[in-house]
Nanobody, 113 residues
Framework: QVQLVESGGGLVQPGGSLRLSCAASGFPFSTYGMSWYRQAPGKEREWVAS???????KYADSVKGRFTISRDNAKNMVYLQMDSLKPEDTAMYYC???????WGKGTLVTVSS
């Protein structure tokens, strides 16, 4: 069965960096696009970034220039490098198969001094 397991969240100061990881299994990973979403307390879940099977990436305007999505098909992993973090980036971050309704359970990112 499809499994997506996120890791790498934590508490970081404003301006800091974190790298989120998502370990995927149960499907032909290299042939699927992947996405990251986030949900802040009291807000709806929002799309953050996507990467296609051919490594084309797109970003939400709110994170463009600060976040970088990447993938390692040999390891069935997708990453989200988050730099210049802001308090408004605080959220639960989720990994998702781009064209299917498979989600991980999320990893919490808190940006606070």
């Amino acid at each position: 069965q499809v499994q997506l397991v996120e890791s790498g969240g934590g508490l970081v100061q404003p301006g800091g960096s974190l790298r989120l990881s998502c370990a995927a299994s149960g499907f032909p990973f290299s042939t699927y696009g992947m996405s990251w979403y986030r949900q802040a307390p009291g807000k709806e879940r929002e799309w953050v970034a996507s990467i296609t099977s051919t490594d084309l990436s797109k970003y939400a305007d709110s994170v463009k220039g600060r976040f970088t999505i990447s993938r390692d098909n040999a390891k069935n992993m997708v990453y989200l490098q988050m730099d210049s973090l802001k308090p408004e980036d605080t959220a639960m971050y989720y990994c998702k198969v781009r064209s299917a309704d498979y989600w991980g359970k999320g990893t919490l990112v808190t940006v606070s001094s």
